[in-house]
């Protein structure tokens, strides 16, 4: 007896009746292109969201002034609560049931691993990764329909190690490092930076984003006497390595890395551990950040902000994702202009493969987004940045950061 | 060996920061019976008030004190409202609830605070002592000592004044406690509203060490309150803080000497922890309850 | 139990055997999977509840046998070549195993202690998977989508003589409730069985079982090891749905939802707890589905489940049992 209500429940739920299969690639008409992706909304990652969101506000306005080629840009971006698993079910829901044309955007390295082989089987295109893991780079050749967007995290590293090389070559260096994926890549490529030098690395201490705190870590790190502290870290851990170095009264030279760098963490360290331990502080950047005072009367900047006013008012603007989010999304309105009247999944994926975009208005000035058959890097360069006067100041000039 | 006695003392410091929200799930099950799942989001909401009222414009302590009044009153609340409902049920529906409670505070939290990082005012000192090459900061110096005078007051509390006393015999046997006078429903929501309070406390102390907080502040800091609770004894406010300290300093000395460890702390710790419960069922402080057929 | 309430039953059962078989040709191809999913999550409820529902004894700690079983699948799959049908025992057997292995000492603490250190458990879980990356493939986990054994790939399609045409969504949603049904029946048989009265002694008064003759130890050791079981044999069913495993599809939040899936549908029930499983599927949908606004669709989700554990405490099957139990118990509702 008990059973018929829950069968009752079953089939109420299940009405959705299988949709026709159109003969052209889905999600694309005369007047509409639809795209999806999975973010973060809830759950320990949350604060990831804004990358969706910003994306969104910028195709809003794309699609208030005509969208492209009289095409709307609809973009469907779902909750995978930052698991993998959630994300394979939410792939799905976006290519089978809401028969999106694109993956757009997608956050997290598992995340975009666990769909890399579906989407490629299925041949819907993978766009502008959010993961600056090599692999979506590299593999182009076994997963042609994915590409990455991010300086690969094996660049990354090794700027820093050519920098150390240049500027301190014989200074002991220690690490502080995420244990996945994304912090032994970073690892990798600034061990491959280091080589013959790779002794000068003395200390590796690795957290899982699960701790409360990393003092122990830092702890360990200073009693090696090394004098340059990498950090490998998202932003919270960030603050609480540099939050505890201070409070030993470490003061080595501090790399961060790109993820994070943002000025607002920085300010965030400068006020509650001590202004002096990140003064010189050296990262790599290559999107604006809305705090840089030098891009207050940026263009590009002036756009975004207006963006954000428009679509997005109650965003914190000073928020680097959102930046981050529409420098992608504006790649993808470039590629699609670049795919020919008529897009297909094919030839939106040939686009991406031979781009060069020099006035990305949401980049460094310089950074060029060049992609072509044999380089599915899109976003390979950067500029060293150098911590001072509570502000990011260019060190140098666009360097590559090519894996 | 100054090395070494810098991760006892970082480690003490970690354990102080388990200690304060592990006494309030310590409250909170001595009164009331109840794994608060929510214990945490309750104080990391506590502390975006706090937060709130210092971004307003008030004095630091008058912030502070207002934010205790207002979790208290949020705790009594809560209780009243939800968790006195459900309270006649099995104890997965209550466990569920708590658990909704969770899920529901976090995303208020970032809803209505963004979920950007925010920092909040360190109420100590932030001075450093050097003692022979060993670092000792006075905010964890302080963490310690507001946790050790909290499990002051709840002892003087509990076994000292009359509404203490009915509060556990509430938790105890809320039948008798019913026929000798006691209001037993007012005394679970009095239950709620003291953790609250103590959640609070946490939330606000913590908060600083961790150089920003946002809506996920005490999601991490909660698995290792419980760890601890657990590990002094669910019912023992000064196992709380033994068990937190314990496992602050083991989790350092294990991660940090043996390589194996390095990347598992969690785990060992939680092996650790097994191994003790095996030989004292309650945790190092707990008292075993007789149960009457 | 009377004649007439067994053959309304077994009536029932069939019932349900019949609409699970008949689904797929009602819905899309991408609810298939969808429903494969909750049969995958309606089996780890159902094992969840053997121990819980059974012994009273609350696991947080569940997903780390799911994970165990999701492992031992892809591994098997992936660097062994073994088909994935077979290795789907195997995980159960080997969570079942661990099941064992734990609940042996862990069952001597009482209740709360028992409850977090399951939760330890499940805490450590994927940072344990993550050290041992040799083998587990580290945060990135294994991909079993161009594993040989793999059967129901996207290129998995059977035209059916009526001319449906079963997709790989079809496949595995068919794959996940047989073994649900399968292990659906085997929990009713347990329910029925004079080890789940043993059980059921224990929960109710574990002192007064005891006096009566119930081996405690064992008796709780053999819950733990069957309910192992099954979330191995869901997790193993989990990889093979997803293509893949990862140390981040296993988060603590993970064993927190099974346990709400129980509450939700009705601890000590059975086939209520099915829409235990749909819940954990369709509401975090439905929560963003009304909004997108950061932390929205958590402070939906959170406040439905509690406005449904006071509406609903015993859970969906709390509500069946009312509705068609006898209007005695309605008048003198027993606790």
Known sequence: MRVLGVLALALALSTGAASARPSADPGISASEIVIGGTVPLSGIAASYASVGRGAEAYFKYVNARGGVNRRKITYKYVDDQYNPAQTVQAVRQLVQQDRVFAIFNSLGTEHNLSVRSFLNATKVPQLFVGSGATTFGRDYKRYPYTIGFLPSYIGEGKVYARQILKTKPNAKIAVLVQNDDYGKDLLAGFKAGLGAKRKNLVAEQSYDALSTDVSSQIARLRSSRATVLLLITTPPFAIRGLVAANRLGWRPQVYVNQVGSATNIMRIISATANPRIIEGAITLISIKDPLMPRFKNDAGMKLYRTIMRQQLPRGDVNDGFHVYSMAVAYTFVEALKKAGRSPTRASLVRAVANLNLRNNPFLLPGVVVKTSSTDHFPLDQGQLQRWSKNQWNPLGKIVSAKP | ?293 | MTAFRYALRVFGFVLFVAIVVYLPFRISDFRASEFALIGIYFIAILGLNVLTGYTGVISLGHGAFMALGAYTTAILVADHGMRDLWTIPLAGLLAAAAGAAFGLPALRLSGPYLALTTFGVAVATPIVIKKFDGLTGGSGGINLFEAEGITGLPEFIVTLPGGKVLSFNDWLYYLAWTIALVLFAVAWAIHHSHFGRSLRAIRDNEIAAAASGVWLASHKTLAFSISAFYAGVAGSLLAIWAFSVQPGAFPVDRSIALLVGLAVGGLGSLAPLAAGAAFLVFLPQLAQGISKAPGVPAVIYGAVLIALMIVLPMGVGGLLRWITGPLTSRLYPRS
């Not at chain 2, 210092?54 to 004095?59: A, I, T, V």
């Open chain 2, 1 to 293: 060996m100054a090395d070494v006695l810098q991760q006892v003392v970082s480690g003490i410091a970690s354990g102080g920061v388990y200690a304060l929200l592990a006494l309030a799930l310590v409250l909170i099950y001595r009164s009331t019976g109840v794994v608060n799942f929510a214990q945490g989001e309750m104080a990391m909401f506590s502390t975006f008030v706090c937060w709130e009222l210092l971004d307003r414009g008030l004095p630091y302590w008058v912030a502070f004190f207002l934010t205790l009044a207002i979790s208290f009153v949020g705790g009594v609340l809560i209780e009243r409202l939800v968790i006195h409902t459900v309270s006649r049920s099995q104890a997965l529906t209550v466990v569920t609830v708590t658990i909704g409670l969770l899920i529901l505070l976090n995303g208020a939290a970032a809803w209505i605070w963004k979920g950007e990082q925010r920092t909040l005012e360190n109420p100590f000192p932030s001075d450093t002592f050097d003692v022979g090459g060993v670092v000792i900061a006075a905010q964890d110096l302080g963490i310690i000592g507001v946790s050790l005078a909290i499990v002051l007051v709840l002892w003087a509390f509990f076994q000292r004044t009359r509404v203490g006393l009915a509060l556990r015999a509430a938790a105890l046997n809320p039948a008798s406690s019913r026929l000798h006078g006691v209001r037993v429903s007012w005394m679970l929501a009095l239950g709620w509203g003291l953790a609250a309070v103590l959640g609070a406390v946490a939330g606000i102390l913590v908060a600083p060490t961790q150089g920003s907080f946002d809506q996920n502040l005490m999601l991490p800091v909660l698995i290792f309150a419980f760890a601890a609770a657990v590990l002094g004894g669910l019912d023992s406010p000064i196992g709380a803080v033994v068990g937190g300290v314990v496992l602050g300093v083991v989790l350092n000395l294990v991660g940090a000497y043996i390589d194996f460890f390095a990347d598992l702390r969690l785990p060992a710790a939680l092996l650790l922890i097994l191994g003790i419960l095996l030989l004292r069922p309650n945790g190092l402080f707990g008292r075993s309850v007789v149960k009457r057929v």
